[in-house]
C-alpha cells in the first residue's frame, strides 16, 4: 500500500479512483467532498455510511423504488425519473447556452443526456431486450478502449439539446411500453445478454431486474449531477 506520511494534500481531487480499504489517520480534513459509491466508513470511530444512505433516502424518496424488485415499484420510479429530467431540461431551456456549459471537468448536461442514451442502449436493449442493434451513434460511453467509439458510437456527433432529448423521449417510451408488458418471470429471469464483445463486459450473469436498475440508477444519479453543476454555474452567473 502506498504510504502518504507528513503530506500537505490540499486541494489534491482524486477522481475515479479506487480507495478501497484506505486509511486515513490523524488527518485534518475540513471542507471536503466525497463523492461516490461509499460504504462502510468510519469516521473517528462511528460508521456513517448508514446515516448518509438515510438521509439520502428521505431526500430523494425515488431511490427505494429504484432498490425494489417489484415491477410496479421500478416501473413508478421510471416515472418520476422522467419527470424530474423533463423538468430539469425546461430549467435549461430558460438559459439557452448552458447545456453546454460544464464545471470541474464534469460532462456538461448535453454530455450527460447523451451518456444516458448510451446507457439506455447498453442495460436496457443489450441486457434486457437481448438486441445486437449497434447503438445509438449521438451516444458517449466509456472513455475506455475498446468502447470509447465502438458499437455504433460516434463521438464526431454534435447534435442540438432538441435532438438529444427526443432520443431519450423515445427511450423513455420504449421503457414504460416493457414495464407494460413485461412478467415476473421474465423480469427475475438472467439477462439476456448477447455473446460479443460490446460493452457492458461484466453484464453477464446478472438478472433482468438488476439490469433495468442500473439504467434507473444511472439515470437518477446523472440527474443530480447535472442539477449540481447547472446549480454551480447560476450561482457564478449571478443568477
Do not use: K
Not at 80 to 107: F, H, K, M, Y
Amino acid at each position: 500500500m502506498t504510504r502518504y506520511v507528513d503530506e500537505d494534500l490540499r486541494g489534491a481531487e482524486f477522481r475515479e479512483c479506487d480507495l478501497t480499504g484506505a486509511r486515513l489517520i490523524g488527518v485534518v480534513m475540513q471542507d471536503a467532498v466525497i463523492d461516490g459509491l461509499v460504504t462502510n466508513l468510519v469516521v473517528n470511530g462511528v460508521e456513517v455510511a448508514g446515516y448518509v444512505e438515510a438521509e439520502l433516502d428521505r431526500r430523494h424518496p425515488v431511490r427505494a423504488l429504484i432498490r425494489s424488485e417489484d415491477v410496479a415499484d421500478l416501473r413508478e420510479a421510471s416515472r418520476r425519473l422522467n419527470a424530474d429530467w423533463a423538468a430539469t431540461i425546461e430549467r435549461i431551456r430558460r438559459t439557452p447556452g448552458i447545456e453546454r456549459r460544464s464545471v470541474n471537468d464534469e460532462w456538461s448536461a448535453v454530455q450527460t443526456l447523451r451518456h444516458l442514451v448510451f446507457v439506455h442502449d447498453s442495460w436496457f436493449r443489450r441486457c434486457c431486450l437481448g438486441s445486437t442493434e449497434l447503438f445509438t451513434p449521438m451516444g458517449i460511453g466509456p472513455n475506455v478502449g475498446p468502447y470509447r467509439e465502438a458499437h455504433g458510437l460516434d463521438l464526431s456527433l454534435d447534435p442540438a439539446l432538441d435532438e438529444i432529448v427526443r432520443v431519450r423521449e423515445n427511450q423513455a417510451a420504449d421503457l414504460e411500453d416493457w414495464f407494460a408488458e413485461v412478467t415476473a418471470e421474465q423480469f427475475a429471469a438472467p439477462a439476456p445478454v448477447p455473446e460479443d464483445d460490446a460493452w457492458p463486459p461484466y453484464a453477464r450473469g446478472r438478472l433482468v431486474r438488476q439490469c433495468v436498475r442500473t439504467v434507473l440508477s444511472e439515470t437518477f444519479e446523472h440527474h443530480g449531477f447535472c442539477v449540481r453543476d447547472l446549480d454551480l454555474i447560476e450561482a457564478r452567473d449571478g443568477g
